[in-house]
C-alpha cells in the first residue's frame, strides 16, 4: 500500500517562489530514484528533477530539465523529496507529481500539486 503524498503547490507571481515535498509511505522495497514531473494542459508529462541514491553509500546524485536548471533544485532524505523552485515563469505553471521508483519491482505515482504561476 505505497502512498506518495505531495504538499507545497499553490498560486505564485512571477518570480515567486515555492517548495514542492513528496513523502513516500508503506514502502516495503528500496526506491533507488524519486523525480518530479509536471505536466501542462494540453502537454505531455515531463521529467523535471530527479534524485538518485546509491544504497551502498547513501550518496545522491540529481539532474534536471534544461528548461529549470539554476532556479530548481531537488534535495532527498531517505523516502522525502522536496523541489525548491525559484524565479518562477507562467511557463512552470502544471500539475507536479512525486515518482518513485523501485526498480525490479515497479513505479508508483503521487495524485499531483497544481503549481499555477501568474503572468
Same mark, same amino acid.
Given at each position: =500500500?505505497? $502512498?506518495?503524498? *505531495?504538499?507545497? !503547490? !499553490?498560486?505564485? =507571481?512571477?518570480? !515567486? /517562489?515555492? +517548495?514542492?515535498?513528496?513523502?513516500? /509511505?508503506g514502502t516495503k522495497f528500496y526506491i533507488y530514484t524519486m523525480s518530479w514531473y509536471r505536466q501542462a494542459p494540453g502537454k505531455q508529462r515531463e521529467l523535471v528533477a530527479a534524485a538518485t ?7 545522491? /546524485? ?8 539554476? +532556479?530548481?533544485?531537488?534535495? +532527498? ?6 523541489? =525548491?523552485?525559484? %524565479? ?17 519491482? !515497479?513505479? *508508483?505515482?503521487? $495524485? %499531483? ?7
Open positions: =500500500q505505497v $502512498q506518495l503524498v *505531495e504538499s507545497g !503547490g !499553490g498560486s505564485v =507571481q512571477n518570480g !515567486g /517562489s515555492l +517548495r514542492l515535498s513528496c513523502t513516500a /509511505s541514491t546509491d544504497p551502498k553509500t547513501d550518496a545522491t /546524485s540529481t539532474n534536471y530539465a534544461d528548461a529549470v536548471k539554476g +532556479r530548481f533544485t531537488i534535495s +532527498r532524505d531517505k523516502d522525502t523529496i522536496y523541489l =525548491q523552485m525559484n %524565479g518562477l515563469t507562467s511557463e512552470d505553471t502544471a500539475v507536479y507529481y512525486c515518482h518513485a521508483d523501485f526498480k525490479q519491482f !515497479g513505479v *508508483e505515482w503521487g $495524485q %499531483g500539486t497544481q503549481v499555477t504561476v501568474a503572468s
